[in-house]
């Protein structure tokens, strides 16, 4: 659809025409819903946006992969994606950007 446009952090969809005020044009770059827009803009105040793309690209072309990581002692081995941090609020942003070059930020699924 033309005028459909998907939240960039929820994918929520909206019609250019039912937002308020309504929109012309499919807006250029990232949108983001009025839910989203001020976490958005509030997110790279840490500077961990910067610090991300500051990094070699050796260590962020591994966000999005998938990996096998120890689950600690006693868990053993489980399948996980390695994060990318930018992606991250509240206390796991924090724990991002005290190990950020360090370690890689996994998710467990």
Same mark, same amino acid.
């Given at each position: 659809?033309?005028?459909?446009?998907? %939240? &960039?952090? %929820?994918? $929520? &969809?909206?019609?250019?025409? %039912? @937002?308020?005020?309504?929109?012309?044009?499919?807006?250029? +770059? =990232?949108?983001?819903?009025?839910? %989203?827009?001020?976490?958005?803009?509030?997110? $790279? =105040?840490? +500077?961990? =946006?910067?610090?991300?793309?500051?990094?070699?690209?050796?260590?962020?072309?591994?966000? /999005?992969? #998938?990996? !096998?990581? *120890?689950? /600690?002692? +006693?868990? +053993?081995? !489980?399948? *996980?994606? #390695?994060? $990318?941090?930018?992606?991250?609020? /509240?206390?796991?942003?924090? @724990?991002?950007?005290?190990? @950020?070059?360090?370690?890689?930020?996994?998710?467990?699924?």
């Amino acid at each position: 659809h033309a005028y459909l446009l998907l %939240c &960039e952090a %929820c994918n $929520d &969809e909206y019609h250019t025409y %039912c @937002l308020n005020p309504p929109l012309e044009t499919v807006p250029e +770059g =990232d949108f983001f819903c009025d839910k %989203c827009k001020h976490v958005h803009s509030t997110k $790279d =105040d840490d +500077g961990l =946006d910067s610090l991300v793309s500051a990094l070699p690209p050796h260590y962020t072309s591994r966000f /999005g992969e #998938i990996v !096998w990581a *120890s689950g /600690g002692t +006693g868990y +053993g081995w !489980w399948p *996980s994606c #390695i994060y $990318d941090p930018r992606l991250t609020v /509240g206390g796991a942003r924090q @724990l991002a950007r005290k190990n @950020l070059g360090k370690k890689h930020l996994l998710y467990f699924f």
